[in-house]
């Protein structure tokens, strides 16, 4: 029975990317985890097919997919790499999106096509040491000196941020007083006004997230994505984009842990029957299956609302969010349970997916603030969105 929100077209793409992953991703997931291992080999070959900015049209570079399209790219790459599937849904939805709506056209013609190739690695570069949820208080500052900005600060847990040619960072153009209403949106290259530190993180292994400090950068006006202090608009329409992303991250996690249980349960024997023929194992299962197409519904409801323009997209981009990343949470601890022992291991798949699942409840806004939002939109209605 066909997905009522996929096309052929989409399910021809999950092919391709299965394809793909078995043959260059499989190999190299146990040196990312273990290693912390950075593959920018494999950045440049998911830019080379088009996997690593689905949404970007042809002419700067990509396939042109629509958002359902990388929904189903990030949620089969992250069946075999939640990593890449996390790097792909930043570049793509946080940072691809920017760029394609706010951006110039000399950022779109001369930036977007090196992103989307995988010769440029991107990075977005919001939060920071003072502050994650609360983006509108951020500290770092861009300013005006001889007609160029200058801009000094420190970002924090920023994906691919060791390795990034090119930043997409939100600065201060005016006073913390101001908030939201003084935030700017700028291109920034990596020189050597831009210092790094790799960051030891519990999972999503080989992300290369770092610290990243920003000494007298100094960029023009042409180098500002959107305009001057709308730069947090920006930052919360790439955030509502990114909410979908990274619940198809949790869809392709789940799946990866699912196939991974049901295997294990009809293979292992316990008490001289496969555990599969245990009641309990069965629910397990069931219920893990259950919350796994609940997820996906809602997930590719949200894109599809996206890809009609519909504004509601963002009441599913939250819900989706909030499930999904507790959703992945449940599901890998439940898959290391059915596992056993083995579960324990860094050899099974479940391991490194309960703890890869974990960030899906703090990055791109955490839990807390999807019900902050939700809450909103129940007492207050849905928040404007320029599509
Ligand atoms: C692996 C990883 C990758 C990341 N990648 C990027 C990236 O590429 N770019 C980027 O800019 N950022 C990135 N982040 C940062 C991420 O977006 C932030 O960590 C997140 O937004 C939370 O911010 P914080 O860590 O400052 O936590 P805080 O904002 O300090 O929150 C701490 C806790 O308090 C809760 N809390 C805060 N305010 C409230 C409230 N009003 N009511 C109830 N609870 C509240 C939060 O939900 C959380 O549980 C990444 C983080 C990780 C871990």
New binding site residues.
């Given amino acids: 029975m066909p997905d009522p929100f996929l096309t052929d077209e989409h399910q021809l793409v999950r092919n391709s990317v299965r394809e793909f992953s078995e043959r260059y991703v499989v190999p190299i997931t146990r040196k990312m985890d273990i290693e912390d291992y950075y593959p920018r080999d494999l950045i440049r070959e998911l830019g080379k097919q088009g996997f690593l900015t689905p949404s970007v049209p042809p002419e700067y570079g990509g396939p042109g997919l629509d958002l359902r399209g990388s929904v189903v790219v990030v949620e089969e790459l992250s069946r075999y790499s939640p990593t890449l599937g996390f790097i792909v849904e ?1 570049v793509n939805d946080n940072i691809a999106y920017a760029l394609m709506k706010y951006g110039t056209d000399r950022q779109r013609e001369e930036v977007l096509p090196k992103i989307a190739s995988g010769e440029w690695v991107a ?5 920071e040491p003072c ?4 983006a509108a208080a951020i500290e770092t500052r861009a300013e005006r000196r001889g007609g160029e900005w200058v801009i000094n600060g420190r ?1 924090i ?3 691919q941020g060791a390795y990034a040619d090119v930043y997409l960072l939100f600065a201060r153009t005016g006073p913390k007083e101001a908030r939201h209403r003084a935030v700017t949106a700028f291109l920034v290259r990596r020189s050597n006004c831009v210092e790094v530190s790799k960051l030891d ?1 519990m999972g ?1 292994r080989g ?1 290369g ?1 770092a610290e990243v400090k920003f000494n007298d950068c100094v960029v023009g006006d042409d180098d500002i994505v959107g305009k001057l202090n709308e730069g947090f608009k920006i930052a919360m329409i790439t955030l509502d984009l990114a909410r979908i992303g990274i619940s198809a991250v949790a869809l392709g996690l789940s799946q990866g842990v699912l196939d991974e249980a049901l295997q294990w349960a009809r293979s292992r024997v316990a008490f001289d029957r496969p555990l599969i023929d245990w009641e309990w194992i069965q629910f397990q299962l069931a219920d893990m299956s259950a919350k796994l197409e609940l997820g996906r519904t809602i997930t590719y409801r949200a894109a599809w609302h996206f890809d009609n323009k519909d504004p509601v997209f963002v009441k599913y981009a939250t819900l989706a969010k909030l499930y999904t990343a507790q959703m992945a949470v449940e599901i890998s601890r439940d898959g290391v349970q059915i596992l056993g022992g083995f579960g324990y291991t860094k050899e099974s798949f479940a391991e490194r997916a309960y703890r890869d699942a974990k ?1 899906l409840e ?8 999807q019900r ?1 939002l939700l809450f909103r939109m129940l007492t207050r209605g849905l928040p404007e969105v320029e599509l």
């Fill in positions: 930043i990075s977005y570069a919001l939060t502050c994650g949820s609360d970002k847990y920023i994906t993180m999503m992300a997230e960030v703090i990055a791109e806004g955490t839990n807390e603030v902050i």
